[in-house]
């Protein structure tokens, strides 16, 4: 990643100190702060101080750290909010507002009228389309390298 685009997105900024950003969470590597337009107050946005841009980008070392924070938010906007539960969500590429990678924690309340968000759900043709389509991911996720 080249420093201008470091140096240029508004998250890393915001990680840096030289942007304000209202800090929930911080770490050596990682670092949460409240959504400036949240789906519902408490919503978070959790990031890797390193720039970052999809979820395909993140070095393995920081993986651990991001899902860590991501786990405290989710039981800390719960514990704090009394909400009933929590969403957690990432977007890679489409609807990725900010050009860094970002773990939405959303806290969620029974009848909280959050539904649009969510896309229409189909059926696949058949069992043949469906091992099509597992088989390709499965070729596809064992050469994109190690897991775990």
């Given at each position: 990643m080249s420093p201008d685009a470091a140096a240029g997105c508004l998250f890393c900024r915001i990680a840096r100190s030289e942007e304000p950003g209202a800090l929930v969470l911080g770490t050596r590597a990682v670092v949460a702060f409240l959504d400036h337009r949240p789906l519902f107050p408490g919503h978070c946005?959790?990031?890797?101080r390193e720039h970052v841009?999809?979820?395909g980008d993140l070095p393995a070392g920081l993986t651990a750290p991001l899902w860590?924070?991501?786990r405290v938010l989710a039981?800390?906007?719960e514990a704090a909010l009394g909400a009933d539960g929590s969403f957690v969500a990432v977007n890679n590429r489409v609807s990725q507002s900010v050009p860094?990678?970002?773990v939405h924690v959303?806290?969620?309340r029974r009848g909280d009228g959050l539904r649009g968000f969510f896309w229409p759900r189909g059926r696949y043709a058949g069992p043949a389309e469906m091992e099509d389509v597992r088989r390709?991911?499965?070729a596809a996720a064992d050469g994109a390298g190690p897991v775990g």
């Amino acid at each position: 990643m080249s420093p201008d685009a470091a140096a240029g997105c508004l998250f890393c900024r915001i990680a840096r100190s030289e942007e304000p950003g209202a800090l929930v969470l911080g770490t050596r590597a990682v670092v949460a702060f409240l959504d400036h337009r949240p789906l519902f107050p408490g919503h978070c946005l959790v990031i890797p101080r390193e720039h970052v841009e999809t979820l395909g980008d993140l070095p393995a070392g920081l993986t651990a750290p991001l899902w860590d924070a991501v786990r405290v938010l989710a039981r800390a906007v719960e514990a704090a909010l009394g909400a009933d539960g929590s969403f957690v969500a990432v977007n890679n590429r489409v609807s990725q507002s900010v050009p860094h990678l970002h773990v939405h924690v959303v806290p969620r309340r029974r009848g909280d009228g959050l539904r649009g968000f969510f896309w229409p759900r189909g059926r696949y043709a058949g069992p043949a389309e469906m091992e099509d389509v597992r088989r390709r991911i499965a070729a596809a996720a064992d050469g994109a390298g190690p897991v775990g």
